[in-house]
C-alpha cells in the first residue's frame, strides 16, 4: 500500500509565507505526476498546482507569483512554498500522487490522496 503524508500547514498571518510537504511511502516502482489541492469550507476542491516527473509544472490562476511547487524524486517529496498569502487561501491542503506499482511482473498506476493539512490565513 501506499501512504501520503502532508506536513507544514497552520496558523499564518496575511502576507506571510509557509512551505508544505508531502512525503510517500509504500510500494513503490515510481511516481508520475504530483499535485497539491485545497478545499475551503463549503467548497469544492480545486487544484493549486501540479508538478510532472519530469518537473514541468503548472498553476491555478488564483495562486500563480506566489506559489512554487518543487519534487525531490529520491525522497518521494513533493513541496508547496506559498508566500504573499491572503485569507481567501485558508483551506485544508491534500497533496495528490499518481503512483506506478509493480506487482507479479506488472506496472499499475494509481492515484494516492494525503489526509490534508490545514493552513489558516488570518492576523
Known amino acids: 500500500q501506499v501512504q501520503l503524508v502532508e506536513s507544514g500547514g497552520g496558523l499564518v498571518q496575511p502576507g506571510g509565507s509557509l512551505r508544505l510537504s508531502c512525503t510517500a511511502s509504500g510500494s513503490i516502482f515510481s511516481i508520475n505526476a504530483m499535485a497539491w489541492c485545497r478545499q475551503a469550507p463549503g467548497e469544492q476542491r480545486e487544484l493549486v498546482a501540479q508538478?510532472?516527473?519530469?518537473?514541468?509544472?503548472n498553476y491555478a490562476d488564483s495562486v500563480k507569483g506566489r506559489a512554487t511547487i518543487s519534487r525531490d524524486n529520491a525522497k518521494n517529496t513533493v513541496y508547496l512554498q506559498m508566500n504573499s498569502l491572503k485569507p481567501e487561501d485558508t483551506a485544508v491542503y491534500y497533496c495528490d500522487a499518481d503512483v506506478v506499482l509493480y506487482f507479479h511482473g506488472s506496472h499499475y498506476a494509481s492515484a494516492y490522496w494525503g489526509q490534508g493539512t490545514q493552513v489558516t490565513v488570518s492576523s
Open positions: 508538478i510532472t516527473s519530469g518537473g514541468s509544472t
